[in-house]
């Protein structure tokens, strides 16, 4: 199985609110940061505050935060909600589905996957915030950083 791109964005989303949890981000910001499209991203961004990741503040000063701690953000919930179905294969078609225990251990990877997932939070991927945040400043154009 492969995540998708809108997985793999939010997931993007939420570290860097993580790792700048101190202000307020923006979508630009976040976009020149991980050269994603902004367009992609304020989609990303409004299913994330949909869904209670992400609480955004309207206005010339405004911009976004995580709506609860990283902490209690898992991995697996965030997974959950971008990703539209686990199904590794389609066996409703094949003749040998009813005796063929291939569903079975599929049902079972996902099941495994999804475990390992939920064993992680936001906060957990944060394994060295100011490398992090230098190895982020590094990516904005210009070499102007980004606080």
Known sequence: MRLTRYTDYSLRVLIHLALHDERLCSIG??????????NHLMKVVNALAREG?????????????????????????VVRHTEEGF??????????SPACGLT???????????AVF???????????????RRLMNRQSPLGIGIP
């Not at 910001?29 to 902004?38: A, D, K, N, Q």
């Not at 199904?87 to 040998?96: H, I, K, R, V, Y």
């Not at 079975?104 to 999804?114: K, R």
């Not at 939920?118 to 992090?132: E, G, P, V």
Request: a negative charge; aromatic letters at 4%; proline letters at 1%.
């Open 87 to 96: 199904q590794l294969a389609d066996c409703s078609g094949c003749a040998l």
């Open 118 to 132: 939920d064993s992680y939070t936001i906060a957990d991927l944060i394994t060295d915030r100011d490398t992090m």
């Open 53 to 77: 990741f992400v609480e955004t503040v309207r206005g010339r000063t405004g911009g976004m935060r995580l709506a609860r701690p990283a902490g209690r953000i898992g991995v697996g919930e």
């Open 104 to 114: 079975g251990v599929l049902a079972e990877g996902v099941q495994a996957m999804l």
């Open 29 to 38: 910001e976040i976009s020149r940061t991980y050269e994603i499209s902004h």
